[in-house]
């Protein structure tokens, strides 16, 4: 029986691979731009790094993580996000020694146990940027700054920016009992898991998709009438320093997030384009994030954005399939030894070719160079062999040139530099 693959994993096939490859190069281009330095980290954890560093209340620990015992009974993850491990890399390096301030970004898969749809997978890949170490309104500011930034350099437009603040640990509790009193009210009308969440984390209930949930919460009172002086002074700075960046955004008191962890600061760019799954990015400020898993009082602030989301909004015209730029064409074996000869010399040279192996029909060398789209092909057959050159066609333009088999490599070297 032929073996596929897990539902909900997907394979990222070469025709697609060149969106992944412009993103993941414009990310890092941006991030660094930005003062960012990548950071790898493990994929499996401890489970007990997801379990408080998130918050065992959470759709993520209770019901989607991949976790196992493995061989010595140690009860490991797969990373369902990557904030709590980065901070865990954090303290584990003692990366604050250096500079109180760290500014991170890393790449990679995510795990997840959702159910699969469009635009939702078991495994889906996140960019992650975070800030470590600053307090200050201004750097909340400033990774909003650099994603929407990053947004725009990759080609996406008609996003929408949303934020909220949602408290401390200090004036939290606060909203979350007056939540559970409104809705407490209105339990007749909340699905099961929402029963449960009244109880154990109310304000994950806006997060529910149940019509009747969503009807119970419409009126519910609202996170930002509830937070106290400070975190109302932290939110109002950094908005200013949004409208001063010029960025315009929309307050959203209803995005609670998934995640235990925040505090203030919580945003979203969200896609109209993209039907239900609609978010692009999600991120937020967590100041007791390092105290959870075990560490010293540092505040950070970071986002994730989805990958898979992020490259089906890619502009439809851009060329993103990498082609080869020459495809030769040897006919019989002497020929094929001397092309065997240039494609490496090209190789070394970085230049993309292409050769037949096996040396068919000249038709069916050319119908392959076609498939391919080369921009050249370079045919050899025995008399241009004794003669010591070769046929170089522009599949463009047809034209066709005789050249020196010895200066060959320089020729094309020019070419490709004069296309770029
Ligand atoms: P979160 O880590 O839940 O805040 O999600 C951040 C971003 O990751 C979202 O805005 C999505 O773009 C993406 N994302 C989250 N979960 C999934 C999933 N199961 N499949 C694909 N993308 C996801």
Same mark, same amino acid.
């Given at each position: 029986?032929? *073996?596929?693959?897990?539902?909900?994993?997907?394979?990222?096939?070469?025709?697609? *691979?060149?969106?992944?490859?412009?993103?993941?190069?414009?990310?890092?281009?941006?991030?660094?731009?930005?003062?960012?330095?990548?950071?790898?980290?493990?994929?499996?954890?401890?489970?007990?790094?997801?379990?408080?560093?998130?918050?065992?209340?959470?759709?993520?620990?209770?019901?989607?993580?991949?976790?196992?015992?493995?061989?010595?009974?140690?009860?490991?993850?797969?990373?369902?996000?990557?904030?709590?491990?980065?901070?865990?890399?954090?303290?584990?390096?003692?990366?604050?020694?250096?500079?109180?301030?760290?500014?991170?970004?890393?790449?990679?898969?995510?795990?997840?146990?959702?159910?699969?749809?469009?635009?939702?997978?078991?495994?889906?890949?996140?960019?992650?940027?975070?800030?470590?170490?600053?307090?200050?309104?201004?750097?909340?500011?400033?990774?909003?700054?650099?994603?929407?930034?990053?947004?725009?350099?990759?080609?996406?437009?008609?996003?929408?920016?949303?934020?909220?603040?949602?408290?401390?640990?200090?004036?939290?509790?606060?909203?979350?009992?007056?939540?559970?009193?409104?809705?407490?009210?209105?339990?007749?009308?909340?699905?099961?898991?929402?029963?449960?969440?009244?109880?154990?984390?109310?304000?994950?209930?806006?997060?529910?998709?149940?019509?009747?949930?969503?009807?119970?919460?419409?009126?519910?009172?609202?996170?930002?009438?509830?937070?106290?002086?400070?975190?109302?002074?932290?939110?109002?700075?950094?908005?200013?320093?949004?409208?001063?960046?010029?960025?315009?955004?929309?307050?959203?008191?209803?995005?609670?997030?998934?995640?235990?962890?925040?505090?203030?600061?919580?945003?979203?760019?969200?896609?109209?384009?993209?039907?239900?799954?609609?978010?692009?990015?999600?991120?937020?400020?967590?100041?007791?994030?390092?105290?959870?898993?075990?560490?010293?009082?540092?505040?950070?602030?970071?986002?994730?954005?989805?990958?898979?989301?992020?490259?089906?909004?890619?502009?439809?015209?851009?060329?993103?399939?990498?082609?080869?730029?020459?495809?030769?064409?040897?006919?019989?074996?002497?020929?094929?030894?001397?092309?065997?000869?240039?494609?490496?010399?090209?190789?070394?040279?970085?230049?993309?070719?292409?050769?037949?192996?096996?040396?068919?029909?000249?038709?069916?060398?050319?119908?392959?160079?076609?498939?391919?789209?080369?921009?050249?092909?370079?045919?050899?057959?025995?008399?241009?062999?004794?003669?010591?050159?070769?046929?170089?066609?522009?599949?463009?333009?047809?034209?066709?040139?005789?050249?020196?088999?010895?200066?060959?490599?320089? *020729?094309?070297?020019?070419?490709?530099?004069?296309?770029?």
């Amino acid at each position: 029986m032929e *073996i596929k693959a897990v539902r909900g994993f997907n394979d990222l096939l070469p025709n697609e *691979i060149g969106k992944w490859q412009f993103v993941e190069e414009t990310a890092r281009e941006v991030f660094e731009g930005f003062g960012f330095s990548e950071i790898r980290i493990p994929i499996l954890e401890r489970t007990e790094l997801f379990s408080r560093g998130i918050g065992e209340a959470t759709d993520i620990v209770e019901k989607e993580m991949y976790t196992f015992t493995d061989r010595s009974g140690n009860s490991l993850t797969l990373r369902p996000e990557a904030t709590a491990s980065m901070a865990r890399a954090y303290l584990e390096h003692q990366l604050y020694t250096f500079d109180p301030v760290a500014k991170l970004y890393c790449i990679g898969p995510m795990f997840r146990y959702e159910r699969p749809q469009k635009g939702r997978y078991r495994q889906f890949y996140q960019i992650d940027a975070e800030v470590f170490g600053v307090e200050n309104p201004m750097v909340d500011a400033e990774v909003i700054v650099m994603l929407i930034h990053f947004l725009k350099r990759v080609g996406l437009e008609k996003l929408e920016l949303q934020i909220n603040s949602l408290g401390c640990h200090a004036c939290r509790p606060r909203y979350r009992e007056e939540l559970k009193k409104f809705l407490t009210q209105k339990s007749f009308q909340l699905c099961e898991d929402c029963q449960r969440r009244l109880q154990t984390n109310p304000l994950r209930i806006f997060d529910c998709k149940v019509e009747t949930c969503q009807e119970a919460i419409a009126n519910a009172p609202k996170v930002t009438d509830f937070i106290c002086p400070e975190c109302q002074k932290h939110f109002d700075k950094v908005k200013e320093h949004l409208e001063t960046a010029g960025l315009t955004y929309i307050l959203n008191p209803r995005m609670v997030r998934g995640l235990d962890y925040y505090t203030r600061t919580a945003f979203e760019v969200v896609s109209y384009q993209l039907g239900s799954q609609n978010a692009v990015t999600g991120g937020g400020r967590y100041d007791n994030l390092f105290q959870e898993i075990g560490g010293l009082e540092i505040p950070g602030i970071g986002f994730a954005i989805g990958m898979e989301r992020l490259v089906s909004l890619l502009p439809k015209d851009k060329e993103f399939v990498q082609t080869p730029y020459l495809f030769i064409a040897a006919l019989g074996e002497g020929p094929l030894k001397e092309a065997y000869r240039i494609v490496n010399q090209l190789h070394l040279q970085g230049i993309r070719a292409e050769l037949d192996y096996e040396g068919k029909s000249l038709k069916s060398q050319m119908r392959r160079a076609d498939k391919f789209k080369a921009q050249y092909v370079l045919i050899l057959g025995d008399e241009e062999l004794k003669q010591g050159k070769a046929v170089l066609r522009n599949m463009e333009t047809k034209f066709q040139e005789e050249i020196p088999i010895p200066n060959l490599v320089n *020729i094309l070297k020019e070419k490709v530099r004069r296309q770029e």
